[in-house]
């Protein structure tokens, strides 16, 4: 029998997610002999024996264990050297760092099995792991990805777990996080003011706490969450007035899966999401009656769900609990607290106890959140469960960093074909959400041995990650918002146009000092031409304008009928008119008051129009609360009107006012309203991308933007362009809000 010896290379996501063990079962599954080992790349097998027996290993290879992901497999065939036996070696470190990084994986089922047995020696341990699960992106400090690379390397293991760790057939061999009561983490409960309580189990403590109404930061895995008993009005109600959170939906942890179903219509793809291994907040219709603060969710007929994801929280859940508050341990707009002291020092005026435990988080990372949508769901948030997991590019380019823009900010680098975009950071509105995100760049550079070669930036010069930009010695090149938005959808379907892109958002900075955001582009990689926009109006007092809908309404209405005054309808009844006169001569002299193109703040205009919200507590609460309104089933429509100016195709949104105010002289129901309204601008898309492909023979067409956050309009807008023969592309990978506007900087860098 022919005996050969094969070296294989493989790249992806394949440390610390068992796939030595699984390589070195294999080999002895086929009676083969060599090695395997981890380096900067991946990695990298020798493998010798019988021809037959070596194919049979590498066919074997394309069924890697659940949680590992497979980009490259490289084979070089060469005369077998007589190895004795297969082992494991070593991690060796090389020049280039390539390989990758997995996201923290929520326990697994042979854990928890193991957790609830009174007979395991890590029965009710809240730190169990293995191979297959547990903290992976948020305790690494470097790579390869060893147990002294990451912050379990003061914990030094026991001879049972050691023992684990070093068998090969053992399913934590090499889990880097392994630990037991013995040798690992312990937890501890402290009150608000730092005295910690004696007992023997703060778990239990816990729970009694808040089964009596009381407010529990709690340590997990990337940062802080804040708990409470979410069925207690009074409770939920304390934690927003601490927290200085108005109106913004607080996400829920439930028990299991049929607690969930109490709650919420959970359809097959919705518990396909919750039960994944990256065990996300899910976006879901609430079920009337459910029994749940009326404070968890404002104004909003969904809820935001997620199932325990570590060992602690499923103790959580072990004594009576069902449902909880799990909210990001911050204050308002901050970035989510990680660190013990810098914990007890926001949350001490918010939480009432502390339930911290002694291992060190290295990076904070906030919950994914997703929503849903034929099959296929939308990102809100790209953080846990998902970062750092690259994304593929359609070429080889230079290592680019990108910068993100202001609101939902994540940056991302490039090296070679491949992005890795990070998690959310935040809004950047403050001293601590941009030492998080510098701290986060450098952190990228150094776990994928990134030295950029050029930055990419937001054209807004004011964003405090373009003066970042700015400051950074390198070749630098600015990019308009909204061709990012679109570039960030091409990105994810390796896309180099030409194509269409229909881009809507709250505000971006754009040409000749005008904010966009009902943007109609053609685009490639290279660049943009804009075939239309909805008609510009003055943003009274600029960003005032975003936090007080009202004003752009009254801006709308003023510009269809002039004098306010003799205009019968509730809004203007309540306005006060003396100080939109004096806003409006500032609109007149042009003080303060930018041309926007906005789609955002048509949604605005038209929620304050109908009494929903005239001014916000969050960014895009009028426009989410206008979509909950939408009365189903409703057909009708608004006349619409595009007009040309200069080769341009200019959508006036006037005759939609118009018509929503005789709807309102003629008490109509504002369900209905908002349902005309909402098929209007639908129609307003589908009319749009038909005259642009008229113009430019392009089907393809590209949706992106914070806007297209609304699943009643995506939803409606898919199934008419496909109806009318268009390609379409939807977000599946990054947010289409601001969260994946670094992913299409980045791919502006390498596809210069």
């Known amino acids: 029998m022919e005996e050969i010896r094969a070296c294989v290379q493989i790249e992806g996501v394949v440390q610390g997610v068992g796939f030595r063990p699984f390589v070195y079962g294999l080999a002895l599954e086929h009676d083969l002999k060599g090695w395997v080992l981890n380096d900067e790349k991946g990695v990298m097998i020798e493998i010798e024996g019988e021809k037959k027996r070596v194919d049979g290993f590498l066919s074997g290879l394309s069924f890697p264990p659940p949680i590992a992901t497979i980009e490259k497999t490289s084979i070089l065939y060469l005369p077998p050297l007589g190895y004795n036996d297969f082992e494991i070696r070593g991690s060796i470190e090389g020049e280039e760092r390539v390989a990758r990084i997995s996201p923290d994986i929520a326990t697994c089922k042979d854990c928890l099995n193991e957790l609830f047995d009174p007979h395991d020696r890590r029965f009710h341990y809240p730190f169990i792991n293995c191979t297959n699960c547990g903290p992976r992106f948020t305790i690494i400090n470097d790579i390869p990805y060893d147990r002294a690379n990451t912050t379990m390397a003061p914990f030094r293991m026991c001879p049972l777990c050691s023992s684990e760790y070093h068998d090969p057939s053992n399913r934590r061999f090499h889990a880097q996080p392994n630990a037991c009561p013995e040798c690992g983490p312990t937890l501890k409960l402290f009150t608000n003011l730092g005295k910690e309580i004696t007992t023997h189990n703060p778990i239990g403590e816990t729970i009694a706490l808040l089964k009596m109404g009381k407010i529990v930061a709690i340590k997990g895995l990337g940062g802080f969450h804040l708990a409470c008993d979410a069925t207690r009005e009074e409770v939920v109600s304390r934690l927003r007035a601490r927290k200085y959170r108005e109106d913004k939906p607080f996400a829920l942890m439930c028990r299991d899966l049929e607690v969930i179903k109490r709650l919420c219509l959970v359809y097959d793809s919705s518990r396909e999401l919750l039960t994944s291994k990256e065990r996300p907040i899910v976006i879901l219709l609430r079920k009337k009656g459910a029994k749940i603060a009326p404070s968890v969710v404002p104004f909003q007929k969904t809820l935001g769900v997620m199932l325990p994801y570590t060992p602690l929280h499923h103790l ?49 990372c906030d919950d994914s959140v997703l929503k849903p949508l034929k099959g296929t ?32 900010n994540t940056f991302c680098l490039t090296k070679g074909n491949v992005a890795f975009l990070s ?39 004011d964003y405090l990650s373009t003066r970042y930009a700015m400051d950074l010695d390198l070749p630098r090149t600015g ?48 660049g943009y031409k804009r075939l239309g926009h909805l008609r510009y109006i003055p943003m009274p007092g600029s960003n005032m304008a975003v936090k007080e809908p009202w004003r752009m ?30 806003i409006g001569k500032a609109v007149s002299a042009k003080i303060n008051s930018p041309l926007c193109s906005s789609m955002g703040r048509l949604f605005d205009a038209v929620s304050a129009i109908l009494g929903v919200r005239n001014t916000v507590n969050y960014e895009g609460q009028a426009a989410m609360e206008l979509e909950q309104m939408v009365e189903e089933g409703e057909m009708g429509e608004y006349p619409l009107e595009i007009l040309e100016e200069k080769a341009t195709l200019i959508v006036n949104p006037d005759p939609i006012i118009e018509n929503i105010v005789e709807d309102i002289r003629k008490a109509e129901s504002p369900f209905i309203i908002s349902a005309r309204f909402h098929n209007s601008i639908i129609r307003v898309i589908s009319r749009m991308a038909q005259r642009m492909r008229e113009e430019t023979g392009i089907s393809d067409i590209f949706l992106s933007g914070g806007v297209f956050q609304n699943h009643f309009l995506l939803g409606k807008v898919w199934d008419i362009l496909k109806e009318d023969g268009f390609k379409v592309y939807t977000h599946q990978k990054v947010p289409p809000n601001d969260g994946g506007i670094s992913l299409g900087q980045a791919y502006y860098g390498v596809n210069r």
């Open 377 to 408: 769901v939308t990102f809100l948030r790209r953080a846990r469960g998902f970062a750092p997991f690259p994304i593929k590019l359609n070429r080889d380019g230079k290592s680019t960093l990108a910068c993100g823009a202001d609101l939902k």
């Open 479 to 526: 990019v308009q918002h909204h061709f990012a938005h679109a570039l960030s959808l091409m990105a994810e379907h390796e896309s180099v146009g030409p194509a269409l892109a229909v881009v809507m958002d709250g505000t971006g900075y754009g040409e000749h000092g005008t904010i966009w955001g009902g943007e109609f582009l053609e685009v490639t990689v290279r």
């Open 316 to 364: 959580l859940f072990a004594e009576g609990v069902d449902t909880l508050v799990m909210t990001s341990g911050n204050v308002s707009d901050e970035p989510i607290a990680f660190e013990d002291r810098e914990a007890f020092d926001r949350l001490k005026q918010i939480a009432d106890f502390f339930l911290v435990h002694n291992r060190e988080i290295r990076t904070r």
């Open 423 to 461: 998690q959310h950071i935040g809004d950047m509105e403050n001293f601590e959400t941009m030492s998080s995100f510098e701290e986060g760049v450098e952190l990228f550079k150094q776990l994928f041995q990134i030295e950029p070669e050029c930055v990419v930036h937001d054209l807004h010069p």
């Open 553 to 582: 309404a009254a801006a709308y209405l003023e510009r269809i009928y002039g004098d306010l005054e003799g205009l019968k309808i509730p809004f203007i009844e309540g306005l006060n008119l003396e100080r939109w006169s004096q």
